[in-house]
């Protein structure tokens, strides 16, 4: 702990401030020199699961009062951590592995500290979901996004999933071991095929003892977690890629259904050509729809010779 406060006691951790702290993923020495500093300070810790974090701190030498705040008392929980910073205490703030609120608790209670005018301060470090981008080498991707655990009901599931079909930027999906078989299929169905393969990081065990990653696409999803017991055992972060981008003119009409529309808007309203020609080519009729309003607006307007 000397260490710690050598390196990291410079910075000021003021009294009545709740500290966000993150914590090991998986392999305790990630830990950060400024979280043993801060939670030596503490007067108190919240915890996810006390259990564990009170294993987590005697790993380290620490023992300190610890609070229960978890999914399903967190609201109430926040009411007695305000209760210590009115006293002038600070109070450090931990989920069971990784960086709280980050599909972890710890969201609440920040809302609840900040809307009753109190500091509240991260700290910095693990992050299953950061880990497993930073292995993905989705270089095409255009940002990324967090999806968490998707629903555990098929037809949900199946939902969630079709909306990330045109996506494009990485999207970071957690599964719980007892789920990935599943999950795995239902990706096939959604995203495994076309003439265009999307792929898929699967991370397991992260930073722990049987850490694995492996890149491959999504319709081998399946596949692979068949090939090895072990591949279907330990937390799984997946990273789905992006969608590659489509061609300029994929969403250009069909030659055929473009001059069918073309000659029936010369005899009849917008709208009634464009249903007919839907009709006609066996196409959407909001797209022939839309087609026909992009052209109708890129004409000149006519000018009035009498005026």
Known sequence: MQTAAAVAGLQDYPRGCLYVVATPIGNLADISLRALHVLALADAIGCEDTRTSGAFLRHFGLEKPLLA???????AG???VCARLAAGERVAYVSDAGTPAVSDPGAVLVQVVAAAGYRVMPLPGASSAVTALSVAGDAAAQGFAFA???????QERATELGR???ARQSTVIFEAPHRIE?????????LGGGET????TVCRELTKQFEQVATLPVADFPAWLAADANHRRGEFVLVLHAAPARPANEDALPAEAERTLRVLLRELPLKQASALAAELCSLPRKRLYAQALAWRADEPEDDDDDA
């Open 69 to 75: 705040l978890h999914e399903h008392n967190e609201r």
């Open 78 to 80: 926040a009411a007695q």
């Open 148 to 154: 968490g655990f998707l629903s555990n009901k098929a």
């Open 164 to 166: 990330l079909k045109d």
């Open 182 to 190: 599943a999950l795995a299929a239902a990706m096939g169905d959604a």
């Open 197 to 200: 393969r999307r792929r898929l």
